[in-house]
């Protein structure tokens, strides 16, 4: 295929994408996507597409969402302007603060919105994985404001570096499975999870918590989510006047940043940024940048971009993250790849962490480790391309990774950012004093 022939299929699907028509009928976005599950999961699926397609377009359901959204969760949630990092990256920095939403973080939006369509389509329970623990949190409290039963599975490992999240599920009423096999973090908790559904597909409802697994699951959260990105959107014009140069979120499985990025697709004079999760280094089994080195494969019901060896075999991986640490990533994100609309980087452990200590420090904010590496890479690009705008998807707040950072941050006595960010002169009149 020629260079221009290839360009011209990129523009075409984003135009697609824009446009509302994908996914197509068979839940594709371009090649990616689809729904690869058993037989016996085939007819919940059906269910939930045709309850999708009906109740996210209904008036009434509609109504209730917002409502929730406004008088429960607390949307829409702030962008703050933040002057400490925008002089000592020489640009102007906006946060979008999901970590101001009710239970911490971007979760919620997604648990409330399945939670009420679970209700109408009649689930007696419902069931939920976890890898940093923030799905699980909003998830129990979605089911105890509905009055739904919840089992939330979660990895051994993920239970161990985010103990805050499991005290908080269990206190919101859930029933916490800690899964010991496999991996024993995010993909394993999603197998156990799948396996809960298959065996009571018409009584259970899955409730996934990012933007991956069968159709029309990819398409529900980023519908759900979107609301990010809409509301940044609209902020960002109101406060600064019209559009940021670069907006920025963390990849994992992709929830929150296919919610902030949706709205700004369309909008060729904005840049779009996906941080994912460089761990110890480039080695399979040492990341989770599933954009930056994997192939394509199939993974919990879709195929996109996995981690996986010469064989085909999916491989574990490594994020001080919980909430990063997954070898898949939702096809939408694959696609968008694919077409150049996203560029997709990673930041290491050490980058994320130095970046959380440095929003700590300078914006009296603990950002969640998983939002860490949205700031890292922000930070790297703000340095090569002084004086822009950029949006931030603060994700989530960090209260969760305290045992991680107890370990890391407070025992090393790291109290202040790497001595090798520089700071702008005190005397600087650079385009990043202020917030115009």
């Known amino acids: 295929m020629s260079a221009r022939g ?23 976005f371009g090649a990616y996507g689809g729904r690869y599950v058993p037989e016996t999961l085939v007819p919940a699926l059906a269910r939930l597409e045709a309850g999708v397609r009906t109740h996210l377009r209904d008036s009434q359901f509609r109504a209730e969402l917002d409502r929730e959204l ?47 369509l679970a209700q109408r389509l009649g689930a007696q329970r419902v069931v939920a994985e976890t890898g940093a623990g923030q799905h699980g949190v909003a998830s ?15 990895g051994d490992i993920d239970m161990e570096r985010q103990a805050p999240n499991v005290g908080r599920m269990k206190l919101l009423g859930a029933h916490v499975v800690p899964v010991t096999g496999g991996d024993r973090t995010l993909r394993a908790a999603i ?3 799948l396996r809960d559904w298959v065996s009571d597909p018409e009584g259970t409802y899955y409730l996934l918590g990012s933007a991956v697994g069968p159709h029309p699951y990819p398409l529900l959260v980023r519908e759900l989510q979107a609301v990010i990105g809409r509301e940044a959107r609209a902020q960002f014009a109101e406060r600064a006047g019209g559009l940021p140069d670069l907006v920025v979120a963390c990849v994992g499985g992709g929830s929150n940043s296919i919610g902030m990025f949706h709205p700004f697709v369309g909008d060729d004079s904005v840049g779009l940024l996906g941080v994912e999760a460089g761990g110890r280094g480039p080695g399979l089994g040492d990341n989770s940048a599933t954009l930056s080195r994997g192939s394509p494969g199939v993974l919990h019901g879709s195929y996109s971009m996995l981690l996986q060896d010469e064989h085909g075999q999916v491989q574990e991986t490594h994020s001080v993250s919980a909430g990063l640490d997954y070898p898949g990533v939702g096809p939408e994100h694959s696609l968008l790849k ?12 050490d980058e994320a962490l130095d970046a959380l200590a440095e929003c700590c420090r300078h914006e009296g ?10 700031f890292a890479g922000a930070r790297r690009w703000a340095r090569a391309n002084p004086g822009k705008r950029i949006v931030i998807c603060l994700s989530g707040r ?15 006595g790291t109290s202040a950012p790497d001595a090798s960010v520089p700071a702008a002169s005190a005397g600087s009149t650079s385009a990043a004093d202020t917030p115009s």
């Open 140 to 154: 129990a409290a979605a089911c105890a404001r509905l009055g739904l039963p919840c089992t939330v599975y979660m």
């Open 6 to 28: 290839g360009e011209s299929d990129a523009l075409a699907m984003l135009a697609g994408l824009v446009g509302g028509k994908l996914p197509d009928e068979h839940g594709r």
């Open 365 to 374: 904010i603990l950002a969640a480790l998983e939002s860490a590496h949205a």
């Open 398 to 412: 960090g209260d969760k990774d305290m045992p991680t950072l107890q370990r890391t941050l407070v025992a090393s």
């Open 338 to 349: 694919a077409t150049g609309r996203v560029q997709y980087v990673s930041a290491s452990d």
């Open 191 to 193: 197998d156990e999870a």
């Open 70 to 116: 406004r008088e429960w969760v607390g949307r829409p949630t702030a962008l703050t302007h933040a002057p400490n990092l925008s002089r000592r990256w020489n640009a102007q920095v906006w946060l979008k603060r999901e970590d101001l939403a009710h239970t911490g973080a971007h979760k919620i939006n997604n648990a409330i919105g399945q939670a009420l």
